[in-house]
């Protein structure tokens, strides 16, 4: 039994022992099951994948974060990325100008996205002053303009990309000389004495230039126009904000992209004018008229008739010119780096010869993540610009290098019998005696500008709680010009050789120190805000001296010892400093009504004691009617908002010491001495304050059929106050005139915006996209009434102004005589010794037009803009049609269209030199017109089999190719006088003429 008994026991104890391991055993693979589902619940797993827009391109700079955490990263320049996820996480895709999109990882290691555009969404980030929003969370009116329609041409000025695309905003070009400076008008003009530019913002820093960033650089550029946009600038926001964003980097493997492209210019349009015959006919007929010999004799006639279009002096001075662009991105960066470098080269010569403006940039911008609290940005610019200049200088008839492409007789040739320049003046008496050849301006004087840009900018974030970050940023901005000017001994009537040098040095330091809180309370509650204080000062100190009479040609401006005649050498120095608080907050209640008020004090050095500190505040409302429960029903409509806003903003509309009585060096000589001397200059200084624009805007956004019309309209009133100008003083006080806070003026307009999909099924899309600006100016009060006369046309016939700024007349209106056509000697009759209105160089409206259409890798696009309603002042035909006095080559319409007894209706009078001109409106034309401002053919290149590349893509484009106007010369959108500050408006005379060119590219993603 006792056998049995420990044998049974035995056998119990083993079942025991075999059911704990059992148990144990399933306990541990119950833990393994556990572990290996809590492993694909929370393991990492590295993501990758491309994002596209809805044309199939790559899209670079898409933000893709990960929901709910810090993590995140951005594409490439290829559209490529790579990010570090859990499978059970989500991934938001986030691009300015193109919808949010949401992508759950799930077990999915390759997740491509292709995003669409704004105009089918309202979730595209757009960027603010100091700041990002959703547009569909936008209370201020602000335009968005995409890397795409940066980059859509080669441009000296990334400015001109602004051309037609932005509502509101006016492109001029003062002259289409290569590099040239361009104007820019948001909303009309502002100021009369004051900048008109708009304030520009590269990354964050306030700028003097956008010269210094190539356009491939640029991810976006963001236009701010309203009240509720622009007061966070402040006292330099007046007349805008222009906001650039560069190429960020991204995490994954380093992306390269290659951009190249080269084209041909020629000027838009040549103006036919007489040929020998013609010539020597005309002028036959002007000296019979007159009663005197003729000019030319039957043999002389007879000989000019053989030439038959004798010497084109346009084509002497105007050639096909060669442009070409190149840029090179690499861009990567891992999860707590990001990179992108950016290496650009544009060329331009113009078409002009001798003339031309070549860039060399480099753009980078690095992000360190060094903790999940602290990150480090630095974005750094650095640009070489060097052009040779063909500058017209507006001169009268035959002084002016344009002037002499129309003005030389055409029998002339281009040079004598022993290789020099065949100068009219010595073969025909008759012509003026500074109508010299053209090339004394192309070969034998030399006019360089030289400028090296630098800008610089870091910023460390701080997370100093959840939702709650301090920025603090520091930057400089440096630029350093020089122009070296020589005329050679061989310049036609001065063989002394004349040599000039200046440079300049701009710098402008920045320190801005923000707090940025984003939070919700509750489910209905979102706040988001922005306060701080920035410093920025500017100097600026210049350096000029030349000499003459130079012994030889070959040390040019480089050696001006070697001068025997010294100019007086001058020197300038210049420096304020501007001190700002600023403060914003947006309040979005149940995500259908939005508020934003914000606040900006500027302080500046250059104002009077007790006036130098501004404030500029703003306030807006939206209003989202469409996520109301009464519009629910109302199913073709997705979006439907209201905005209004009211706020001020500021104009620095004086530079440094202008409040300031200031002494003049001068030199005079006592006996038979010397000496220098210092007197109280021509302008009496006086209290000036802030010139303050008072902006309303009242705005409506609305999208409708699913997304296939998306309509923004805006309505604004400005008005301007404190208006600065200067005031005549009476000359027994010792000054000429003072500086005063003396006007008002006001700008009203409409705004419109649509873009639509027409066409998006299968594999033919077609987008378009219109914009439309009304806007109407007004003198509100003038000082004592008096009017402004401005465009002084200082012309051989006659001295008169063309523009004039009159209380309740709109800005820079065109007065002078009217004609009544012909008395009956052919002589021209005015209908009154009084001036009247005879033009305005205000636009009705201006507009722009784009079409996009894309069939499998094809694509054609279709860029139009234009103006309707402007008048221009052709000065330029004023030489070449009426006057006879000084022996210059005419129009050939005026052969076969001036008055004789047999034709006294018409165009132009009979050929006299007793004619008395007068400024009238037979130089006023208009300069209405629709412009192919760019047409672009491209081919995406299938890249599956080549493994290196990512995209490949090749293009043929053509700008300017096209122009509708009556305007009778080369160009109508042309301002010869344009400028930041400039009075004069919608003037023609002797202009650096446009070009139309066609370009050839690729570009290629590796």
Same mark, same amino acid.
């Given at each position: ?723 600065? #100008?200067?005031?005549? =003083?009476?000359? /027994?006080?010792?000054? *000429? &005139? ?6 008002? +003026? @006001? %700008? !009203? ?124 002042? #052709?000065?330029?035909? =004023?030489?070449? /049609?009426?006057?006879? *006095? &000084? ?6 319409? +005026? @052969? %076969? !269209? ?109």
């Amino acid at each position: 039994m006792k056998n049995k008994s420990t044998q049974s026991n035995r056998i119990k104890s083993f079942y025991k022992r075999l059911g704990g391991y059992v148990f144990k055993r399933r306990a541990l693979c119950l833990l393994l099951v556990l572990h290996i589902f809590s492993f694909h619940a929370f393991a990492q797993t590295v993501v990758t994948g491309t994002v596209k827009d809805s044309k199939g391109e790559n899209l670079s700079g898409v933000s893709i974060n990960l929901k709910g955490s810090t993590t995140g990263t951005t594409t490439g320049t290829d559209g490529r990325y790579s990010i570090n996820a859990p499978v059970k996480g989500v991934l938001v895709f986030t691009y300015v100008g193109h919808a949010d999109q949401e992508v759950a990882v799930r077990n999915q290691r390759t997740i491509n996205v292709i995003l669409d555009e704004t105009n089918k969404s309202l979730d595209a980030v757009v960027v603010v002053g100091y700041g990002t929003v959703r547009k569909r969370d936008l209370t201020g009116s602000v335009s968005s303009v995409s890397r795409e329609e940066i980059n859509a041409f080669p441009a000296a000025n990334v400015m001109q990309a602004l051309a037609g695309r932005a509502a509101g905003v006016q492109v001029k070009q003062n002259t289409g000389a290569p590099g040239a400076p361009i104007s820019i008008r948001i909303r009309g003009t502002n100021s009369i004495v004051g900048n008109n530019e708009p304030l520009y913002v590269v990354d964050g820093f306030p700028v003097s230039t956008p010269d210094v960033i190539n356009n491939s650089s640029i991810r976006s550029i963001e236009v701010l126009k309203d009240a509720s946009a622009i007061a966070i600038y402040g006292s330099r926001a007046s007349n805008g904000v222009v906001l650039i964003t560069t190429n960020r980097g991204a995490s994954g493997t380093s992306k390269v992209t290659l951009e190249s492209s080269y084209g041909t210019q020629q000027i838009i349009k040549k103006v036919e004018m007489m040929n020998p015959l013609e010539y020597a006919t005309y002028y036959n007929e002007l000296y019979a008229n007159m009663a005197r010999p003729p000019l030319f004799t039957a043999d002389q006639v007879a000989g000019y008739a053989a030439l038959g279009e004798g010497t084109v002096w346009q084509d002497v001075v105007f050639k096909k010119a060669p442009v070409q662009n190149h840029s090179l991105n690499i861009a990567g960066g891992n999860d707590k780096t990001r990179y992108s470098i950016t290496g650009s080269m544009f060329d331009q010569e113009g078409i002009i010869r001798n003339s031309n403006y070549k860039r060399y940039a480099v753009n980078s911008s690095i992000q360190q993540s060094i903790s999940d609290a602290f990150s480090v940005d630095l974005n750094l610019s650095l640009s070489k610009n060097k052009s040779a200049r063909q500058l017209s200088d507006q001169g009268r008839f035959g002084t002016s290098l344009i002037g002499r492409a129309f003005s030389i007789p055409p029998m002339l040739p281009v040079y004598n019998d022993d290789g020099t320049y065949t100068e009219p003046v010595r073969r025909f008496p008759f012509v003026s005696e500074a109508l010299y050849s053209p090339l004394n301006f192309i070969n034998e004087q030399s006019n360089i500008l030289e400028q090296k840009n630098a800008l610089a900018n870091a910023a460390l974030s701080y997370k100093i709680l959840d939702g709650l970050t301090l920025r603090v940023s520091g930057g400089v901005e440096s630029i350093t010009s020089r122009t070296d000017f020589y005329q050679t001994k061989k310049f036609q009537n001065d063989p002394n050789g004349r040599a000039t040098v200046t440079t300049s040095d701009y710098t402008s330091l920045l320190n801005e120190n923000t707090l940025n809180y984003i939070g919700k309370i509750g489910d209905k509650h979102d706040i988001s805000a922005v306060a701080g204080f920035t410093y920025q000062d500017f100097l600026t100190t210049t350096l000029n001296a030349g000499g003459s009479a130079f012994l030889s040609d070959i040390p040019g401006s480089n050696s001006l010892a070697s001068a025997s005649v010294f100019t007086n050498p001058g020197t300038s120095y210049t420096k304020s400093t501007l001190l700002s608080g600023l403060g914003r907050v947006n309040y979005t209640f149940n995500n259908r009504y939005l508020f934003t008020v914000s606040m900006r004090a500027d302080g500046s050095s250059v104002y009077s004691p007790g006036n130098k500190w501004g404030y500029f505040p703003s306030v807006a409302f939206s209003w989202r009617l469409s996520d109301e429960n009464f519009f629910k029903n109302i199913a073709f409509i997705q979006n439907l908002k209201l905005r209004t806003s009211w706020g001020k903003a500021g104009s620095q509309a004086i530079s440094p010491y202008s409040t300031l009585n200031t002494l003049i060096p001068g030199s005079t000589v006592f006996g038979s001495a010397l000496y220098t001397t210092m007197a109280p200059g021509a302008r009496l200084a006086a209290d000036l304050k802030w010139e303050t624009t008072e902006q309303v805007n009242l705005g409506l956004e609305l999208t409708v059929l699913k997304g296939r019309i998306q309509f923004t309209g805006d309505y604004y009133r400005k008005k301007t106050s404190d208006l600065l #100008n200067a005031v005549q =003083l009476p000359r /027994t006080t010792g000054f *000429t &005139n003072s500086l005063r806070n003396i006007g008002r +003026v @006001a %700008n !009203n307009g409409f705004e419109f915006e649509i873009n639509s999909r027409i066409f998006d099924k299968g594999a033919f899309r077609w987008n378009t996209g219109v914009n439309m600006s009304f806007n109407r100016s007004k003198v509100l009060e003038l000082y004592g009434g008096q009017d402004i006369l401005a465009g002084q046309l200082q012309m051989i016939r006659f001295t008169d102004f063309a523009n004039t700024y009159r209380q309740g007349q709109p800005m820079g209106i065109i007065y002078g005589y009217q004609e009544d056509g012909y008395d009956e000697k052919g002589f021209i009759k005015y209908k009154s010794n009084d001036k009247v209105q005879i033009g305005d160089p205000n636009p009705d409206f201006i507009f722009g037009l784009n079409s996009d259409m894309s069939f499998k890798n094809f694509t054609l696009s279709m860029f139009f803009n234009g103006s309707q309603g402007n008048d221009i002042v #052709n000065m330029s035909a =004023l030489a070449f /049609t009426v006057d006879n *006095t &000084n022996g210059q080559n005419k129009l050939k319409e +005026v @052969a %076969n !269209n001036h008055w004789t007894p047999e034709n006294t209706n018409a165009k132009y009078p009979l050929p006299h030199t007793g004619h008395v001109y007068r400024f009238s409106d037979r130089y006023v034309e208009d300069g209405s017109y629709i412009r192919l401002r760019n047409i672009e053919l491209g081919y995406d290149i299938p890249v599956q089999k080549f493994k290196k590349l990512s995209n490949a893509r090749i293009y043929i484009s053509g700008q300017n190719l096209l122009t509708l106007t009556k305007y009778s010369w080369t160009d109508p959108d042309v301002n010869s006088r344009g400028g930041a500050n400039s009075l004069d408006q919608g003037i023609d005379y002797s202009t650096y003429p446009s070009a139309k060119s066609l370009t050839a590219g690729f570009r290629l993603g590796f």
